[in-house]
């Protein structure tokens, strides 16, 4: 089974509509990190979450950490085409080195 | 500032053939990793490089080895290639000894097919 799991595995809304991307692991957490990744190209670093309750923004796009539940979402507001993407969370689950692993992604679509 | 870079671009080769693919790290990062990417499919972690020994490794076969040098770039090498070999390889870099305070920074990844 997948130690990460992203919810919908796609998505397609109307622009100016918000949404919202789930990511859950099996195991304990150390570090979450969202990336955007437009198809056959590399990974573009969103945001990181650390601590139980973090809550991070960069631009209209928001991510938060529940710790306890072991999950995160990341929350679009006001959605653009530029948002179109797949769009991933990684994970720590070991401590000591980095060991980043990956869900399988959500992909995003967004109509004009 | 240079990010992530990654050569070549794409690649084909034939099953059986051995091939190398080479990453420098985004300035001020020590620690490498790489990453195979099968489409339709989130990124498999392969290996993790630091201080030129691998530090951590996935669940990949012997056929994956790698490298990194003094100045820390890397190199991986793919040997005795088979059809499922075909995929995007991504390098990522990273601070600290790769600790989980610093996120991983990619590059645009190297499309290898396998025909």
């Known amino acids: 089974s997948q130690e990460l799991e992203q919810s919908p595995q796609s998505l397609i809304v109307q622009e100016g509509k918000n949404l919202t991307i789930n990511c859950t692991s099996s195991?304990?957490?150390?570090?979450l990190y969202w990336y955007k990744q437009k198809y056959g190209e590399g990974l573009i670093f969103l945001m990181m979450l650390q601590k139980g309750g973090e809550e991070k923004s960069h631009e209209k796009i928001t991510a938060k950490l529940d710790e306890k539940k072991q999950q995160s979402s990341l929350h679009i507001t006001a959605s653009q085409p530029s948002h179109a993407g797949i769009y991933l969370c990684g994970a720590g689950h070991s401590g000591g080195y980095q060991k980043v692993t990956f869900g399988t992604g959500t992909k995003l679509q967004v109509i004009p | 500032d240079a990010g992530v870079t990654q050569s070549p671009t794409h690649l084909i080769k034939t099953r059986g053939q051995q091939v190398t693919l080479r990453c420098s790290p985004k300035s001020g990062h020590d620690t490498v990793s790489w990453y195979q990417q099968a489409l339709g499919q989130g990124p498999q972690f392969i290996f993790q490089y630091y201080e030129e020994e691998e530090r951590q490794r996935g669940n990949f076969p012997d056929r994956f080895s790698g490298h990194q040098f003094p100045n820390y770039s890397s190199e991986l090498n793919v040997n005795a290639l088979l059809l499922g070999d075909s995929a995007l390889y991504l390098c990522?870099?990273?601070?600290?000894?790769?600790?989980?305070?610093?996120?991983?920074?990619f590059g645009n990844g190297t499309r290898l097919t396998v025909t």
């Open positions: 990522a870099s990273s601070q600290r000894g790769g600790s989980y305070n610093s996120p991983l920074h």
């Open positions: 195991k304990t957490l150390y570090g």
